[in-house]
């Protein structure tokens, strides 16, 4: 059609802005907050299922830590400069490569300290004392850093620990200002760190952070590291800190008895990089990460076992980032031409299944970074819209049939308004009726299988079909809603048999489906199944509208009911739903299988329902043995006897393999097997779709 044509253009023409955005967006980061948390599923995962040997913390990196054991030893907070001094020239002797103090030591003690740990930066010659990075929104204006006699005997670097977000505080990578770098000739602590550990300065070309000849690291767009941090091992008390790992308390340093006590120790401490940090809480540096708070000094040796590592975790290149979103695009522009919305959407989904795998186990086993929010968030809008579509074009062509076929009333109803015109006039009265609705299965793969001239033609053979028969059993046809037929029995001519005439209709109907439907596939046209729904009691009949245009309708919950037990039917795949009141006011003319007690949407009270069969005592063969099994396995089920029942109801599918409510009561058995019900259910299933 052509109006098809026009909305695919549109379509594509969506679909291509929307990825187009996603590129933009992926570039200029604009939705950190969701990308952070993919990486920090994606680091749980790889810190368990990595090569360990890329997930162990590094055994370069030790930590002399300060905590609430060594300051209830201590007696006082914070840590001396006399006592870190001490601290700093014992670990010298111990043969540390790099000291790196975690404390930032911009002001001037106020007991005397200074000269002392002046003497002891100067004697162990290779301390990093921190510094912070100081920006007036994105605009560097300069260092704070450690008092002027201390910077001049050490070495400095910053420690700006942020989150990319300002929603989520989450630390997934550590920023390398080039501002700084290029103005301060000053380097974040981590890199500082390493660069003193390999005796190399670091520099900055082509989006690389190089440290001499054997340490790349890849930076993003923003000159940002990706922090690979550590599988840690866990025990009764939960997952181990870092600390705990690869570190020495600063007691045992600072409190050790004597030089043969430190030199036990030297071992852990020769040839490494050695930081010295709070991990108490009084500190308050305790930061988000993807693997759980992580103390400020952990997330130092966490980045400085990533760098001396190279920086395993490596964005993508730009190129692939493109090729992926040029896929995933060509994939969506591709399911338009299927009309069957199970393969189209199945197809949509499987490809984002492969592609969120491929970005997991990517980054797990080659730590390549693939952005994941911002081509995920374009190709779920693209799928609404391809859907969208289809589902407008659907909608148009119910409209299209209710126009056509929407005027169709029983001739019973003109008649009876020839005989008393004053029903024209606007209004109803309550009557005790019985309520019909039916509607084709899965009308909207059916209907896109067709041509809309031979969806008119299909259509009007069974609507045809149907309406005779149930004008045959006295039966008024209310309306066409697309492929839905809504009628009733019991005005406007009084039915004392209308529950009877009504299932006995319904019979008829699902009879009549079997030519029709061997003869549309005979034809190449699609099988289709009906669902129908009855229920019986009081109603509200007569016109209804305005004085311009009305319509002799029904209208009540008695008629909301049998609306819903139509769509109930897909729960049981049974074909036609009755309700207790329809089966109670006819019981003696028809075979019925007892279904289930229900609570349908939108209604408080339960319901007993019933599969209508067969007029009374013409069930026989197969079916009958299948209805025999299955009530007493249903007896089984309400006993709370679920093996048993489950028993049944296998004994039940092997009669009719296909049987749509012994598939249903035999999965709802498996499942209450392995978990109960509460003791207190009543029995009543609830349906949580109108179906």
């Not at 308390?249 to 600072?254: E, F, P, T, V």
Request: with cysteine.
């Amino acid at each position: 059609m052509i109006m098809g044509s026009n909305t695919n253009r549109k379509d594509v023409a969506v679909i291509v802005f929307v990825f187009f955005l996603a590129i933009i967006f992926e570039y200029l980061e604009a939705f950190s907050l969701i990308e952070d948390e993919t990486l920090s599923y994606r680091q749980i995962l790889r810190s368990h299922y990595a090569d360990p040997e890329l997930t162990s913390p590094s055994e370069d990196v030790i930590i002399v830590y300060t905590d609430e054991d060594f300051y209830s030893d201590y007696d006082k907070f914070p840590l001396r400069r006399v006592d870190l001094s001490t601290i700093i020239v014992r670990l010298k002797n111990m043969g540390a490569a790099v000291i790196g103090v975690d404390m930032l030591l911009d002001f001037n003690s106020a007991y005397g300290e200074d000269p002392t740990l002046a003497d002891a930066l100067k004697e162990a010659g290779n301390v990093l004392l921190v510094s912070q990075a100081e920006f007036t929104g994105d605009e560097f204006v300069g260092v704070n850093t450690a008092i002027q006699k201390f910077e001049e005997l050490t070495q400095p670097g910053y420690s700006n620990i942020s989150a990319n977000s300002a929603i989520s505080e989450s630390i997934v990578r550590l920023h390398v200002y080039s501002e700084v770098a290029d103005n301060e000739d000053m380097w974040p602590f981590a890199v500082k760190a390493v660069s003193m550990f390999l005796g190399v300065e670091p520099e900055l070309t082509n989006g690389d952070l190089t440290i001499g000849d054997d340490i790349v690291v890849g930076l993003d767009q923003f000159n940002e590291i990706y922090i690979d941090y550590p599988l840690l091992p866990s025990g009764p008390e939960g997952t181990a800190r870092l600390h705990e790992v690869v570190g020495i308390s600063a007691s045992d340093i600072l409190f050790a008895a004597d030089e043969e006590e430190l030199e036990d120790l030297a071992y852990l401490v020769d040839g490494r990089i050695v930081l010295i940090g709070e991990v108490a809480e009084v500190a308050h540096d305790e930061f988000e990460t993807p693997v759980g708070n992580v103390y400020g000094v952990s997330i130092i040796a966490d980045t400085i076992s990533t760098i001396l590592r190279g920086g395993i975790l490596q964005p993508a290149p730009l190129w692939l980032e493109l090729l992926v979103i040029l896929i995933l695009m060509a994939v969506f522009i591709a399911t338009q031409s299927m009309q069957a919305p199970l393969k189209r959407n199945l197809l949509s989904l499987g490809v984002l299944v492969i592609y969120i795998s491929v970005a997991v186990m990517g980054y797990i086993y080659m730590g390549l970074i693939l952005s994941m929010s911002y081509a995920l968030l374009a190709s779920l809008i693209a799928l609404v819209v391809v859907n969208a579509r289809f589902y407008l074009n659907e909608m148009g062509q119910k409209a299209l049939i209710r126009d056509a076929f929407g005027q169709y009333l029983s001739p019973k109803v003109v008649a009876d308004l020839v005989k008393d015109p004053s029903k024209l006039t606007l209004g109803g009265e309550e009557r005790e009726m019985t309520a019909y609705f039916s509607d084709i299965a899965k009308f909207s793969t059916f209907s896109e299988a067709l041509t809309p001239t031979q969806l008119v033609n299909v259509l009007n053979d069974y609507l045809t079909e149907m309406c005779n028969i149930i004008i045959g059993l006295e039966g008024t046809v209310d309306k066409f809603e697309g492929d839905a037929i809504i009628a009733f029995w019991g005005a406007p001519t009084r039915q004392m048999d209308h529950a009877k005439l009504a299932c006995f209709a319904s019979i008829d109907m699902s009879k009549a489906l079997i030519p029709l439907r061997d003869k549309w596939v005979a034809d190449g046209r699609p099988s289709i199944s009906v669902r129908m729904g009855l229920n019986s009691g009081p109603m509200v009949v007569g016109n209804m509208g305005s004085a311009q245009r009305m319509n002799y309708t029904i209208m009540g919950d008695t008629v909301n009911l049998a609306a819903r037990l139509e769509g109930a039917n897909k729960a049981y795949t049974s074909g036609t739903m009755i309700s207790e009141a329809t089966y109670g006011a006819c019981q003696s003319d028809v075979d019925v299988r007892e279904l289930d007690t229900i609570r349908v949407v939108g209604k408080s009270e339960s319901v007993k329902v019933y599969q209508l069969l067969e007029r009374k005592n013409q069930t026989a063969g197969n079916i009958a043995d299948l209805v025999d099994k299955f009530e007493s396995s249903l007896g089984l089920y309400k006993d709370r006897n679920y093996k048993d029942a489950l028993a049944g109801f296998e004994t039940c599918l092997e009669i009719a393999a296909d049987d749509g409510p012994a598939l249903t009561y035999a999965e709802r058995c498996r499942g209450f097997i392995s978990e109960p019900p509460v003791d207190d259910w009543d029995g009543v299933f609830t349906l949580d779709s109108k179906g």
